[in-house]
């Protein structure tokens, strides 16, 4: 599996973005898949996270409520949607995607990354 995350930009506070994960490999779809990011001169953490069937999901408590993990299997694609954007959500952010079956938050737990796409908050 081939990770291709796009879509980050430069936006001020407030505004709105949405990363897309491209991926290939026709096993996509029964893959967990999550947003990560990594500010500079911090560790990478985990922003959300969605099952393969996109029932279950999960969130960091510093982007519930404004962040939206979606996927679209028919696609290969999973979204991040981003609203209410603040300066603290600037970082590179990063998709990855695991052979496993649950939501995990831990990056040594995902079997494949994507290159990462920069957001960057205005204030």
């Known amino acids: 599996v081939q990770l291709q995350a796009s879509g980050g930009g430069l936006v001020q506070a407030g505004g709105s973005l949405r990363l897309s994960c491209a991926a290939s490999?026709?096993?996509?779809?029964?893959?967990?898949t999550a947003w990560f990011r990594q500010a500079p001169g911090k560790e990478r953490e985990f922003v959300a996270a969605?099952?393969?069937?996109?029932?279950?999901?999960d969130y960091a408590d510093s982007v519930k409520g404004r962040f939206t993990i979606s996927r679209d299997n028919a696609r290969n694609t999973v979204y991040l949607q981003m609203v209410s954007l603040k300066p603290e959500d600037t970082a590179v952010y990063y998709c990855?995607?695991?052979?496993?079956?649950?939501?995990?938050?831990?990056?040594?737990?995902?079997?494949?990354w994507g290159q990462g796409t920069l957001v960057t908050v205005s204030s």
């Open positions: 990855a995607a695991q052979r496993g079956y649950s939501l995990e938050i831990i990056p040594g737990h995902y079997d494949y």
């Open positions: 490999g026709r096993a996509f779809g029964i893959y967990p």
């Open positions: 969605i099952i393969r069937s996109g029932g279950n999901t």
